[in-house]
Nanobody
Framework: QVYLVESGGGLVQPGESLRLSCAAS????????MGWYRQTPGKQRELVAA???????NYVDSVKGRFTISRDNAKNTVYLQMNSLKPEDTAVYYC???????????????WGQGTQVTVSS
């Protein structure tokens, strides 16, 4: 079993920054893709940013230039640095780990419990 634990959410004012962290634990050999998704009430969960174990990244257009995703493969941890936050960034942010190599082989699509990010003046 793989567990994802997020931290770093909170309440900030527009223009401020937050850094989210997500640590994966369990009998993990490698994780191909780690990412951050977000969801607001009544809307579908959307991909915010993703990063491969080789360092390739992908961002939703609305966060390009403001958010940066990074990872520490040795710690099985992914980060999301969020700068210049806007009220429309308010959401529950979820960590995802996909194509995880364990002793049982590849396992797919693990999720964290979510962390609330609120941007409001």
């Amino acid at each position: 079993q793989v567990y994802l634990v997020e931290s770093g959410g909170g309440l900030v004012q527009p223009g401020e920054s937050l850094r989210l962290s997500c640590a994966a634990s369990g009998r993990i050999f490698s994780i191909d893709v780690m990412g951050w998704y977000r969801q607001t009430p009544g809307k579908q969960r959307e991909l915010v940013a993703a990063i491969t174990n080789g360092g390739n990244t992908n961002y939703v257009d609305s966060v390009k230039g403001r958010f940066t995703i990074s990872r520490d493969n040795a710690k099985n941890t992914v980060y999301l640095q969020m700068n210049s936050l806007k009220p429309e960034d308010t959401a529950v942010y979820y960590c995802n780990a996909d194509r995880v190599m364990t002793r049982r082989g590849y396992e797919y699509d693990y999720w964290g419990q979510g962390t609330q990010v609120t941007v409001s003046s």
